[in-house]
């Protein structure tokens, strides 16, 4: 009888290992360098306006890098009408944040919370609206306002900004709503709170986060916006219609000032909100 004993092949397995994990890696660099470079596609204009605002140019033009100086930081109000111009857009911005936000957080929680006749007819209105390209919604809200007799002005931009931003305002809190731990309200109720109460102490707490990010946007949107602006101002002159008719003639250092202190503010703000937060988490 002849017994056979068992050979054993040699081991080849630890090669195709090295292989692929090789292959994962150079994978993993070149989506870290795409994501780098994407980056800095997006931060160069802004470092470009962060740089020439400290530019000494010795013409209109400040396009070119002819020197340093920090003069223009001490002159940033030195042209009455570029002041005015921000201090419109700071105003309106705000007025707009501030009723687009009341109005779009009432829209948000009913759409996030009830079923109701005409929810899909409302998440439709809310989808075109961000959808519609801003030159159709200008020359619709010019003429809404010219066939209603309304001067065009600072109320009527105040009144377009309003609303195209409540769309973006009621989409931010109506996710967070969805998403809301329903108990908790439930809790409030069984220990003998109304429904009044049990919003303002329970759930408006829970979405501050959602309202403050949407009244953030559409701080955002009014602030920059040029295309209804210019459909809607009248002989109102904002910050960027004020841009657009200066460029023909050159755009001094102050327009770059002014824009580094707008984006150091929104920095800040994202900084402060980022640390809050994680000090909130961290005591939960």
């Known amino acids: 009888?002849?017994?056979?004993?068992?050979?054993?092949?040699?081991?080849?397995?630890?090669?195709?290992?090295?292989?692929?994990?090789?292959?994962?890696?150079?994978?993993?660099?070149?989506m870290f360098a795409y994501t780098w470079l994407v980056i800095a596609w997006l931060v160069l204009p802004i470092l470009l306006m962060i740089v020439f605002g400290f530019n000494n140019p010795h013409g209109r033009y400040n396009q070119t890098w002819q020197g340093f100086t920090l003069k223009w930081y001490r002159e940033i109000f030195s042209i009455s009408d570029l002041t005015s111009a921000l201090v419109m857009s700071l105003v309106i911005a705000v007025v707009s944040a501030l009723l687009a936000?009341?109005?779009?957080?009432?829209?948000?929680?009913?759409?996030g919370r009830y079923r109701f006749r005409g929810a899909s007819a409302m998440n439709l209105v809310m989808?075109?609206?961000?959808s519609s390209p801003e030159l159709i919604m200008g020359i619709s809200l010019l003429t809404l306002f010219v066939s209603a007799g309304a001067g065009l002005g600072?109320?009527?931009?105040?009144?377009a900004h309003v609303m195209f931003s409540i769309s973006f305002v009621s989409?931010?809190?109506?996710?967070?709503?969805?998403?809301?731990d329903r108990s908790i309200e439930e809790a409030?109720?069984?220990?003998?709170?109304?429904?009044?109460?049990?919003?303002?102490?329970i759930t408006f707490p829970m979405i501050l986060p959602a309202v403050f990010a949407g009244v953030l946007l559409a701080f955002a949107l009014s602030i920059d916006d040029f295309v209804v602006t210019n459909f809607t101002a009248g002989t109102t002159v904002t910050f960027?219609?004020?841009?657009?008719?200066?460029?023909?003639v050159g755009l001094p250092p102050q327009v770059n000032v002014m824009g580094t202190l707008i984006f150091a503010a929104g920095i800040l703000i994202a900084v402060i909100t980022n640390l809050r937060s994680r000090a909130k988490t961290r005591r939960d």
């Open 171 to 180: 989409t931010v809190v109506r996710a967070r709503v969805i998403t809301l």
């Open 240 to 248: 960027p219609l004020w841009i657009w008719g200066a460029t023909r």
């Open 101 to 111: 936000g009341a109005l779009g957080t009432g829209i948000g929680y009913a759409l």
């Open 127 to 130: 989808f075109t609206t961000i």
């Open 1 to 30: 009888m002849t017994i056979q004993t068992p050979t054993t092949e040699p081991a080849t397995a630890p090669a195709p290992v090295a292989s692929r994990r090789r292959f994962r890696l150079s994978g993993e660099r070149a």
């Open 154 to 159: 600072a109320v009527t931009i105040t009144i």
């Open 188 to 201: 409030a109720a069984d220990l003998g709170a109304n429904a009044w109460t049990t919003f303002w102490k």
